[in-house]
């Protein structure tokens, strides 16, 4: 008599689906994108298309202008976020969690419709289209993203810290800075990239609420994709995923290594 043996699941199983999906979404699309990079316009494998954007003196004052505005968006965000997350993480303010809800749901909605939104209420304040209005529509389409990891890690940190603190005298704001802060630089880590990274390569909010004026990296990747110049668009964009991917090492880096001087300072 066959014996049948029966399939077992094991849980890496359920792994293979997600595996699946960012082999063809992610690691095809990057093999792709990499060859369009390292061919030029005559068909010959070269570096002539990274050579030539990086002699170009409009990809540095586009970068820098990308580079800026992602930093202002990602400190504003930060300077509004903390307060805000510290408030919300307070279990005797925020009991129900409703009123983090409430920032929560604006990400429910299309980003294009909310920046879409915000022009309109934008023009009848008068501030029209410009540097300002794009860093509005940045801090106004990125905050959550900031809000999230600096709540998530505020309202999950260990309160006998701050009361041991307290029991040995040390005041609100050497609580604060001493145990509140130190404790929460992962969430911040963490907000920033989520911030920054999506701030590097809009080019949306600028179409939509920018001039003239501001030519930003991912606009320039989308133009070039559009005028046909695959190659050159590639490139950019290899650029700047190169660029991202340094971000995310420092990133990385600095928050392990204050997870283990934590660790050990606990010890």
């Given at each position: 008599m066959t014996q049948?043996?029966?399939?077992q699941?094991?849980?890496?199983?359920?792994?293979?689906?997600?595996?699946?999906?960012?082999?063809?979404?992610?690691?095809?699309?990057?093999?792709?994108?990499?060859?369009y990079a390292l061919i030029d316009s005559d068909g010959n494998l070269s570096l002539s298309n990274f050579v030539d954007l990086l002699n170009s003196a409009t990809t540095y004052m586009v970068f820098g202008q990308t580079l800026m505005l992602s930093f202002l968006t990602t400190l504003i965000c930060l300077i509004l976020a903390y307060p805000l997350a510290l408030l919300l993480s307070n279990a005797s303010i925020n009991r129900s969690r409703t009123i983090v809800l409430l920032f929560i749901i604006p990400m429910w909605?299309?980003?294009?419709?909310?920046?879409?939104?915000?022009?309109?209420?934008?023009?009848?304040?008068?501030?029209?289209?410009?540097?300002?209005?794009?860093?509005?529509?940045?801090?106004y389409d990125l905050f959550p993203f900031m809000l999230l990891p600096l709540y998530t890690i505020l309202s999950g940190m260990d309160k006998s810290y701050k009361e041991a603190g307290s029991d040995l005298g040390a005041s609100s704001w050497q609580n604060f800075v001493r145990v509140t802060l130190p404790l929460s630089v992962p969430g911040i880590v963490s907000g920033i990239m989520m911030t920054f990274m999506p701030a590097l390569s809009s080019f949306a909010i600028n179409d939509m609420l920018g001039d003239a004026h501001l030519f930003l990296f991912g606009n320039m990747v989308n133009d070039l994709y559009g005028l046909n110049m695959w190659n050159y668009a590639s490139a950019l964009a290899m650029i700047m995923l190169i660029f991202v991917g340094l971000v995310m090492l420092v990133g990385n880096r600095f928050n392990r290594r204050n997870i283990r001087s934590l660790g050990g300072a606990k010890q």
């Open positions: 049948i043996k029966k399939l699941f094991q849980r890496k199983h359920f792994s293979y689906p997600y595996i699946v999906i960012c082999v063809v979404f992610v690691v095809i699309p990057l093999f792709i994108l990499a060859g909605i299309n980003f294009l419709l909310r920046t879409f939104a915000l022009r309109e209420l934008l023009s009848m304040l008068g501030l029209g289209e410009g540097y300002f209005s794009v860093l509005i529509g940045m801090v």
